[in-house]
Nanobody, 124 residues
Framework: QVQLVESGGGLVQAGASLRLSCAAS????????MGWFRQAPGKEREFVAG????????YYADSVKGRFTISRDNAKNMVYLQMNSLKPEDTAVYYC?????????????????WGQGTQVTVSS
């Protein structure tokens, strides 16, 4: 069992940065690939970024590549999403998720555990 709690969302202007954090409980956190997803009003939940068990492999959606960075600290049971050069189209509720695999996948249906989400709003 893994419980996930996101934090760090907020209201910022375009071009600003935010760092999202996801705190995980459970002794087997390092056995899970982790992903960040987002869902805007009226849209499906979409993959943003993923990171493998060890943190050695990372994956990004094309829309955020070069602007967002995912990282993890297994000693602290934490996953982070550094978001730079934010755009209004990044506005969404952001969720972290855990998948009992080595490599993260892009399909939300594959993930076993989800946080409650944190709102990110980017004004133009």
């Amino acid at each position: 069992q893994v419980q996930l709690v996101e934090s760090g969302g907020g209201l910022v202007q375009a071009g600003a940065s935010l760092r999202l954090s996801c705190a995980a409980s459970g002794r087997t956190f390092s056995s899970y690939a982790m992903g960040w997803f987002r869902q805007a009003p009226g849209k499906e939940r979409e993959f943003v970024a993923g990171i493998s068990w060890s943190g050695g492999s990372t994956y990004y959606a094309d829309s955020v590549k070069g602007r967002f960075t995912i990282s993890r600290d297994n000693a602290k049971n934490m996953v982070y999403l550094q978001m730079n050069s934010l755009k209004p189209e990044d506005t969404a509720v952001y969720y972290c998720a855990a998948d009992y695999k080595y490599y993260p996948v892009k399909s939300a249906h594959e993930y076993d555990y989800w946080g409650q989400g944190t709102q990110v709003t980017v004004s133009s």
